[in-house]
């Protein structure tokens, strides 16, 4: 099992650019891609992005692709959402996950096993 927790949430301006970080502690953390997913209030939970172990290979959500870079250290066993022109549509719980088998690059949720507790962005307009 995996433990991770978010940082880097908070409250900016539309246009503006937020830095999301999410460390991890337990299982070996650079065996597993790491996805990071949101959930706007009212709404289901959706993928943003994933990277896979090595950090070569990344996969973004449509709304997110040209914004958004995730990326991740495994020296420092953690994973990073950089997030620019942000917009209001981009305000939602963001959650930071491990994949559940080593080697996958999941998109959905029903992959990953193990997730944070979440951090809050907000944008106002």
């Known amino acids: 099992q995996v433990q991770l927790v978010e940082s880097g949430g908070g409250l900016v301006q539309a246009g503006g650019s937020l830095r999301l970080s999410c460390a991890a502690s337990?299982?070996?953390?650079?065996?597993?891609?790491m996805g990071w997913f949101r959930q706007a209030p009212g709404k289901e939970r959706e993928f943003v992005a994933v990277?896979?172990?090595?950090?070569?290979?990344?996969v973004y959500a449509d709304a997110v692709k040209g914004r958004f870079t995730i990326s991740r250290d495994n020296a420092k066993n953690s994973v990073f959402l950089q997030m620019n022109s942000l917009n209001a549509e981009d305000t939602a719980v963001y959650y930071c996950?491990?994949?559940?088998?080593?080697?996958?690059?999941?998109?959905?949720?029903?992959?990953?096993?193990?997730w944070g507790q979440g951090t809050q962005v907000t944008v106002s307009s």
């Open positions: 996950a491990a994949a559940t088998r080593v080697g996958a690059i999941p998109t959905l949720i029903r992959d990953y096993r193990d």
């Open positions: 990277i896979n172990w090595m950090g070569s290979y990344t």
């Open positions: 337990g299982r070996t953390f650079g065996s597993y891609s």
